[in-house]
């Protein structure tokens, strides 16, 4: 494929990147900022009560990974990490995903395309270059 048929691809893989990020900034946030609803969430999905701390160092640790994913960086591990941060969450839900007519839990299926949408981003990461930071060349050893 020639660098000018990759223009839409890029456009649209930094599209998917970005808005997908702020899409789980919010949750990352949430557990900052309003640890009773993240906790809550704990309780129902994962059958576990964090307390205000742990949900704290949670969030600020997915923010960073979040953050770091939005700008390209370390496209294996943020990529990855996001694909399967989101794929446990989808597996916790699937007993809703399973009874879709029982409001709200037809809400669960937009979990879905989003999981497969990482999953993209995940496999054509190589191919994600606009609006990317560029890591640092590492200096050069050889002798003049």
Not at 21 to 31: D, M, R, S, T
Not at 46 to 74: C, N, T
Not at 130 to 139: D, E, I, S
């Amino acid at each position: 494929m020639s660098v000018a048929n990759d223009r839409p691809l890029a456009l649209s893989l930094a599209a998917l990147r970005l808005s997908t990020g702020a899409f789980f900034l919010i949750w990352a946030v949430e557990k900052i900022l309003a640890p009773e609803i993240a906790r809550r969430v704990f309780e129902t999905f994962y059958s576990s009560s964090p307390s205000d701390g742990v949900l704290l160092a949670i969030g600020i640790l997915q923010g960073l990974v979040i953050l770091a994913f939005m700008a390209g960086l370390f496209r294996l591990w943020t990529y990855g990490a996001l694909l399967v941060m989101h794929g446990v969450s989808v597996l916790v839900s699937a007993p809703r995903l399973l009874d879709p007519f029982t409001p709200p839990n037809h809400l669960f299926w937009a979990a879905v395309p989003v999981l497969a949408l990482l999953a993209v981003l995940f496999f054509l990461r190589e191919r994600d270059t606009l609006l990317v930071m560029k890591r640092p060349a590492a200096p050069s050893t050889s002798a003049p």
